[in-house]
């Protein structure tokens, strides 16, 4: 030890000219002063301090006192070594105040020099600066500069605490060359450990490097592996960036002892959040947690603050990930206020853009929003294009999440344009994802597959393996909701395999929950359990409890519709207990419906009512009228079973009256219920109900209030235009208030609202504020317009109502489908007439399905026989009652598809005795009067117009002959036939023919379309939604000659349903539509009679039905094929 050694040259100096005068000489001083100053070399401080005490002994016993104080000073600084400061700093001191009153200079500076180590030990810098500036002074002027390393070592320790990272520099390289080869291996290691430090946090790597590699080094025998070490850490932190977690982790935990061991911190923090980072990215969030947050605390022990930015942030992603949104915004806010004192944009933008995500998923859109709009404007201001296509595409996501998809569009749109502005392929990829998902929810499947598609075939391109995954899930969910679930299933098997291969085990559980479903849906039971099976155990693993839960829940579903009741309710009980464990009331409260569906099925009804009566209470306390309904749905079934008719009437109207208050276009994203999520079962249910007490009045308003609810959910992902500037405004309003109703009975249902009955009484207030204008609105707009109110809300006539309406003459024939029969009202002026056909629905759909079979064989006995059949099953009875001869018919499910007129009574068709008018439901024949006028006007005829579907050569000829008929007709053929020049005419015109081919869609009614030649400004697609924005308040009559659904399938109706609404709400009460496809000519024949019909003063539905019986009675169309599938619905005039 250099300054040890001084001291013993200074003793050795002083004793030479002493007086030897005691019995332990001067020699003996020597020699324990020796012997100390070697124990000391070997960390012996406990024989080190007996020989310098000796020694001390026998240099004053020799009148040594000069010599005694040096060895004063050795002692202070083995006390100090030994980690006793208070000793040395007495020893210290005493020899400081010696060497002060005799004027020894170099004696000063050894005392100061361990007077300000040992402060420096004790973190006193305050006073430990001083005094190791002063000491360095005088021992580099006595020529002592060769024992100055630990000074300078304290020094640059003591500055870098100070954050003055250049002087400490400074003093550690001048530190370095009089260390270089100590002594103390690990004080050498621990200078180059400091040096790297600072090269690490000045983002100088390789220089850090290399002074680790010097540091391991000198480590030698204490620690092996410099080179290795190093090279682990990178391989490591390299993998790590390639998200190559496997490999990563390897590399890490073989660096993290070499590290350790040499007490590199900085790197054994990096190392540990490295690690931390790795279990994040293969979803261990305790893990992650673990090993970041002792990353975390070594990193900000270090002062580094760069690499604390980045564990900041990582951090907050694992509580995000734990659902712990406060810890997670508190580390994303610490990371922020860091990254900002950096000036490091990247962690800014993103600690951002993450704190914008939390108040989303918190229910504060609003917030939300704010953040991400400032972060946007910081974005552009900076020029920082990356971070503004991140903040434009979470804007898009949060309106995405709050159900304004028509305002996330556009968002996801530019965004789009921006990526493919910077190539930044990956998130093109990402965002027409996005698209994709948009047109999913909104029911628009085309479009959706076609941008999923492209960004699939980005991904596959980049290789983004996880993307690809997700994408092939899309796909899935996709044909999942079209219903084509083989398809389904084989893309989620695709992207199984990839998530398997990838190691993301809790997308593989998502997958399969996909996967259950389906299987459960079809009916493939065992494949259901299995894949449901192996979800649950990755969800258990992995300790995602809501996922448990969910999965718990459909794994119950799946016995419950095996009848295995007690094996359902094991499942539902265990799932019930979590969602209470982790706060999630709403989902508590569905659990125990689906425990009192088990106890149904068991026919136990009282524990039925029992937990129905818990989960209402709960769903009254959150509000949560979606749960409202169905708890009171359950009820009325089951106080049923009880034979309790009448308390179960109650529940129905109860579960009704909640369901009719719900806002249409919320859908449920959780698990499926055991209950059908079938609205419709609860009216039937209820209906049957009436009728069994009687009650025929009640039962047909609830007839129609299925109807009007019907055509509200029709409504709901596809949002009607309308036209005048009032009536929209109203509607977004209206529309405005009920997604502040969705994202507040959000907030209020999920667990973190109802921790705290503050949070909840207020969210309550401000939902009673909200709903008391909601009900404003909708009295505003029902005052306005009951038509315009019928998209919003549930208002139908009773049956006195259709009664008084209806003239003599003409009678109602309404129908309406259940799983078990079918009901059939009989109404005219002077009374309704009740009929109940025994016939379920399968057996319906059949017959149906099996006389427009016969159509195509052309086999008219055939034909005759199976209509015979199904007249004298539906109308038999009930026309022998009806009196006149116009009958409307109100269709209801597989009967939209029937052509009534071609019924057969074993004589006549009804054609022959009726003129049949169709219409949607009894409620809307109030608008259709409303917009009644006649023939008279002019005609406008589109023909043939250019599409990419097949021409319709006698289009054009029909068209000509129309005109040739009724004179006044302006008509527009193949590339002049455009839907631009359709909404530019549309509105001058009484009459409107268009012979163009469409396409209904079944799944999602609104979207069913027209097709017309396309220009610059339309793409020539019109489609049902955008007829209620059109002005045809001129128009009598339209007329669709051409489009047809095709024979292949029987469905709900819900495309007619749609098409009707669409043009009665635009201005016209009548419309003439086609069930089939039909030849040209035919069609073209049967028109011309059609508007020689109306030339000749008929009004519209008698004109049609003339038309049929001329075409029929010519012996080449005499075929129902030919005359049957046209339709007229709407006004009876």
């Not at 293969?282 to 947690?289: C, G, H």
């Not at 580390?331 to 108040?359: D, P, W």
């Not at 291969?501 to 996909?514: C, E, F, H, P």
């Not at 009256?657 to 806002?663: C, D, K, T, V």
Request: proline letters at 2%; one cysteine or more.
């Amino acid at each position: 030890m250099k300054r040890s050694f001084a001291i013993l040259i200074a003793v050795i100096v002083f004793c030479s000219s002493a007086v030897i005068a005691n019995s332990e000489t001067i020699e003996d001083g020597l020699r324990y002063l020796s012997l100390g100053e070697s124990s000391a070399l070997k960390m012996d401080y406990a024989s080190a301090l007996d020989y310098y005490k000796k020694a001390e002994r026998v240099f004053k016993e020799n009148d040594g006192e000069r010599a005694a104080y040096y060895v004063h000073i050795a002692v202070g600084e083995v006390y100090r070594k030994m980690g006793e400061y208070e000793e040395a700093l007495s020893y210290a001191g005493e020899s400081l105040s010696y060497m002060k009153k005799t004027g020894d200079i170099r004696g000063i500076g050894c005392s100061l020099n361990v007077l300000g180590l040992t402060y420096w030990n004790m973190n006193k810098y305050d006073k430990a600066l001083p005094a190791l500036v002063e000491a360095l002074k005088i021992l580099e002027e006595v020529g002592e500069a060769g024992s100055t390393g630990d000074n300078l070592l304290a020094l640059g320790e003591i500055y870098l605490a100070f954050g003055d990272s250049e002087k400490a520099l400074a003093y550690f390289m001048k530190a370095a060359p009089i260390l270089s080869g100590a002594y103390d291996r690990s004080i050498e290691a621990r200078l180059f450990i400091n040096i790297g430090d600072i090269y690490w946090n000045m983002d100088k790597p390789e220089e850090a490097f290399k002074h680790y590699r010097d540091a391991l080094n000198s480590l030698k025998g204490i620690v092996d592996g410099a080179e290795k070490g190093i090279s682990l850490f990178i391989n490591g932190a390299t993998r790590l960036e390639k998200q190559e977690n496997e490999k990563a982790l390897e590399y890490l935990e073989q660096a993290l002892p070499i590290f350790r061991g040499a007490g590199i911190r900085t790197i054994e923090g990096v190392i540990l959040a490295g690690i931390g980072e790795v279990y994040l990215n293969t979803d261990k969030y305790d893990d992650a947690l673990l090993y970041t947050k002792k990353g975390l605390e070594i990193i900000e022990d270090a002062g580094n603050k760069t690499m604390e930015v980045s564990v900041l942030y990582n951090m907050g992603l694992i509580h995000y990930s734990l659902g712990d949104f406060d810890k997670s915004l508190e580390y994303y806010q610490r990371s922020l206020k860091l990254a900002r004192e950096k000036g490091n944009q990247y962690y800014i933008v993103n600690n951002t853009f993450n704190m914008g995500v939390l108040s989303a998923e918190g229910g504060q859109y609003e917030k939300a929003l704010d953040i991400l709009g400032e972060a946007l404007s910081m974005c552009r201001k900076q020029g920082d294009r990356l971070g503004e296509l991140k903040a434009i595409s979470n804007i898009g996501s949060t309106y995405f999440t709050m159900g304004y998809y028509d305002k996330a569009l556009p968002y996801f749109e530019e965004a789009i344009a921006l990526s493919k502005k910077i190539k930044d392929r990956t998130t093109t990829g990402t965002l027409l994802r996005n698209v994709g998902n948009v047109y999913r929810v909104t029911g628009e499947y085309e479009k959706a597959l076609a941008y999923f598609s492209d960004s699939l075939k980005i991904k596959r391109e980049i290789g983004d393996q996880w993307e690809i995954g997700a994408g092939l899930n899309d796909m899935g969910l996709i044909y999942t909701n079209l219903g084509q679930h083989e398809k389904a299933l084989d893309y989620y098997k695709e992207a199984l395999k990839i998530f398997r291969k990838t190691g993301d085990r809790k997308t593989q559980a998502v997958v399969l929950g996909n996967m259950g479903v389906i299987y459960s849906d079809n009916g493939r039971f065992d494949e259901a359990l299995a894949s449901l099976e192996e979800a649950l155990e990755i969800n258990r693993e992995l300790k995602i409890k809501p996922s448990e839960a969910i999965t718990l829940n459909n794994l119950g579903g799946v016995y419950w519709r095996t009848g295995r009741y007690e094996k359902s309710l094991s499942f539902f009980e265990e799932a019930c207990k979590i969602f209470d464990e982790i706060g999630k009331v709403d989902a508590k409260g569905t659990a125990l419906l689906d425990m009192s569906a088990a106890y149904w099925g068991m026919k136990q009804y009282n524990k039925a009512i029992l937990n129905l009566e818990k989960a209402l209470s709960i769903a009254n306390q959150i509000r949560n009228v979606e749960n409202v309904y169905l708890c009171a749905w359950g009820l009325g079934r089951s106080y049923r079973g009880l034979g309790q008719r009448d308390k179960a009437i109650q529940y129905y109207i109860m579960s009704i009256n909640a369901l009719e208050s719900m806002r249409t276009g919320l859908k449920s994203e959780g698990h499926k219920m055991s209950f059908s999520s079938n609205k419709m079962e609860v009216y039937e249910e209820l209906i049957d109900l009436l009728l069994e007490t009687g009650r025929v009045g009640d039962a047909f308003n609830y007839v129609e209030r299925a109807r009007s609810r019907a055509f509200l959910d029709m409504l709901a992902t596809k949002r009607p235009e309308v036209r005048k500037a009032t009536d929209k405004e109203l509607l977004k309003e209206e529309e405005e208030i009920r997604h502040k109703l969705m994202v507040l009975s959000e907030k209020r249902s999920s667990g973190e609202a109802s921790k705290a009955r503050s949070t909840l009484e207020d969210t309550n207030r401000e939902i009673d504020e909200i709903e008391k204008r909601y009900s404003s609105v909708i009295r505003e707009i029902q005052a306005k317009s009951p038509e315009l109110a019928s998209l919003v809300s549930v208002n139908p006539f009773t049956l006195k109502e259709v009664q008084g309406f209806i003239p003599e003459g003409v009678g109602i024939i309404e129908f309406f489908t259940t799983d078990d029969k079918v009901i059939l009202f009989s109404i005219d002026r002077a009374g309704t007439d009740l009929y109940q056909i025994e016939v379920n629905r399968s057996s319906l759909n059949e017959k149906v399905n099996g006389l427009r079979d016969s159509l195509l064989t052309f086999d008219l006995d055939d034909f005759q026989y199976k209509s015979r059949e199904l007249y004298d099953l539906l109308l038999s009875s009930a026309l022998k009652d009806v009196k006149g001869e116009k009958l409307i018919i109100i269709p209801h499910g597989p009967l939209h598809y029937l052509p009534f007129a071609a019924l057969y009574d074993g004589e006549k068709y009804i054609v022959d005795r009726y003129t049949v008018i169709v219409d949607p439901s009894a409620s809307v024949l109030r608008f259709i009067v409303d917009k009644r006028k006649g023939i008279g006007g002019r005609v406008l005829a589109f023909g043939n117009p250019k599409t990419n579907h097949s021409s319709l050569p006698y289009a054009e000829k029909e068209v000509g002959d129309i005109k040739a008929v009724m004179g006044d007709v302006d008509i527009y053929v193949e590339d002049r036939a455009t839907e631009t020049l359709g909404k530019e005419k549309f509105p001058n015109y009484n009459v409107i023919h268009l012979a163009s081919h469409g396409k209904f869609k079944e799944e999602e009614p609104l979207l069913s379309s027209l097709y017309l030649a396309e220009d610059g400004k339309n793409d020539g697609v019109l489609m049902v939604h955008e007829l209620f924005g059109l002005d045809l308040n001129k128009t009598s009559l339209v007329v669709l000659s051409a489009c047809e659904t095709g024979l292949a399938k029987v469905t709900g109706g819900d495309e007619l349903i749609g098409l009707s609404r669409g043009f009665t709400f635009a201005g016209t009460p009548s419309l003439v539509v086609t069930l089939w496809e039909v030849s040209d000519d035919s069609t073209a024949e049967l028109m011309v009679e059609f508007y020689k019909n109306l030339k000749s003063g008929m009004d519209k539905p008698d004109a049609l039905r003339e038309a049929q019986i001329i075409l029929k009675s010519n012996e080449k169309y005499k075929h129902p094929f030919y005359w049957a599938p046209f339709v007229i619905i709407g006004d009876w005039k």
